[in-house]
T-cell receptor
Framework: KNQVEQSPQSLIILEGKNCTLQCNYTVSPFSNLRWYKQDTGRGPVSLTIMTFSENTKSNGRYTATLDADTKQSSLHITASQLSDSASYICVVSDTAAGNKLTFGGGTRVLVKP | DSGVTQTPKHLITATGQRVTLRCSPRSGDLSVYWYQQSLDQGLQFLIQYYNGEERAKGNILERFSAQQFPDLHSELNLSSLELGDSALYFC?????????????FGPGTRLLVL
């Protein structure tokens, strides 16, 4: 069964600090991996999309890495801001299932002043 | 604002009832997706349409159905509602529905079944 596991489940960091979120997946065959940011009660917003040939992609203070061999990805947040408080969701696409996306459970990040 | 609109924002109904959720994609987007987000299951993909045709199916129950109309808006019909159907329902859209495309999510419809 295709799975996407994220860690930690939740994280508290001080404003201005960096943090790294992890995502491990078993989806195969792999098409792409996305990171979404979701504020409470709102729709997810896409941060990055990476195919198997890409190993890093940045979007402002967010940098995602991908190791397709070990099936691991990370999302690094640099110089965190209060507005970074949200859930971050790792999503993997399976080429064999059309455009079906498998979602991780998310990491809830709280940035404190 | 993603450009995807969903109505209604909130819906409260009783078990056994039927409801219809509506989604208008971003201007120019041909593909629409439906997702369910509950507290215990996280986000789950339900179904995708492209230009009126079903393209991919996920964990959609038989009690649920969807369609995309010629003007590209989409409706998700939920029938014989159960308490466990209480969740946030999101619609997303993308230009052509290819796997590598960014999907833009709407604000969601919060459904409460009592």
């Amino acid at each position: 069964k295709n799975q996407v596991e994220q860690s930690p489940q939740s994280l508290i960091i001080l404003e201005g600090k960096n943090c790294t979120l992890q995502c491990n997946y078993t989806v195969s065959p792999f098409s792409n991996l996305r990171w979404y940011k979701q504020d409470t009660g709102r729709g997810p917003v896409s941060l990055t999309i990476m195919t198997f040939s890409e190993n890093t992609k940045s979007n402002g203070r967010y940098t995602a890495t991908l190791d397709a061999d070990t099936k691991q990805s990370s999302l690094h947040i640099t110089a965190s801001q209060l507005s970074d408080s949200a859930s971050y969701i790792c999503v993997v696409s399976d080429t064999a299932a059309g455009n079906k996306l498998t979602f991780g459970g998310g990491t809830r990040v709280l940035v404190k002043p | 604002d993603s450009g995807v609109t969903q109505t209604p924002k909130h819906l409260i109904t009783a078990t056994g009832q039927r409801v219809t959720l509506r989604c208008s994609p971003r201007s120019g987007d041909l593909s629409v997706y439906w997702y369910q987000q509950s507290l215990d299951q996280g986000l789950q993909f339900l179904i995708q349409y492209y230009n009126g045709e079903e393209r991919a199916k996920g964990n959609i129950l038989e009690r649920f159905s969807a369609q995309q109309f010629p003007d590209l808006h989409s409706e998700l019909n939920l029938s014989s509602l159960e308490l466990g159907d209480s969740a946030l329902y999101f619609c997303a859209s993308s230009v052509t529905g290819l796997v590598q495309e960014t999907q833009y999510f709407g604000p969601g419809t919060r459904l409460l079944v009592l």
